[in-house]
């Protein structure tokens, strides 16, 4: 028996990595139609299977015939409500309005009153909130 070229091995190889992807892609087309049957036989929501912590099914927890995909189910409303608790605390003012006492972090639109001082020529340093300031 004689031995096979470089070449003739890595032709082998490309033709075998093709033949491979090809029952890859049928294999993927099963997976994904069993998933699909089973979804809409269970009526399964997307929190079901990527959010519900194991052992815990948003649809087990809902009332047979209200599976609504419409509606939040439990375990995201939970999610979100999880969410906005652990969200970043507020940032310290860092800007004053010396007539108002209004002030702003710095984050996002800059306020009316903030504006309106910077245009009638107030300098950025006198709305600075001193670090005493800030204490108090």
């Known amino acids: 028996m004689r031995q096979r070229t470089y070449a003739e091995l890595q032709h082998e190889i490309e033709a075998?990595?093709?033949?491979?992807?090809?029952?890859?892609?049928?294999?993927?087309?099963?997976?994904?139609?069993?998933?699909?049957?089973?979804?809409?036989?269970?009526?399964?929501?997307?929190?079901?299977?990527?959010?519900?912590?194991?052992?815990?099914?948003?649809?087990?927890?809902?009332?047979?015939?209200?599976?609504?995909?419409?509606e939040p189910?439990?375990?995201s409303q939970k999610a979100n409500r999880t969410a906005r608790a652990k969200a970043k605390p507020k940032a310290p003012p860092k800007f004053k309005d010396p007539s108002s006492e209004k002030t702003w972090n710095g984050v996002g639109k800059r306020p009316n009153w903030y504006v309106s001082a910077i245009e009638a020529g107030t300098d950025v340093a006198e709305l600075i909130i001193s670090p005493a300031e800030s204490m108090a």
């Open 73 to 75: 189910s439990p375990i």
């Open 16 to 70: 075998l990595q093709k033949q491979a992807e090809d029952v890859r892609e049928k294999e993927i087309a099963l997976v994904i139609g069993r998933i699909k049957e089973a979804v809409s036989f269970y009526g399964l929501v997307p929190a079901d299977l990527f959010s519900a912590p194991s052992g815990a099914s948003a649809t087990s927890k809902r009332a047979k015939g209200a599976s609504s995909a419409s």
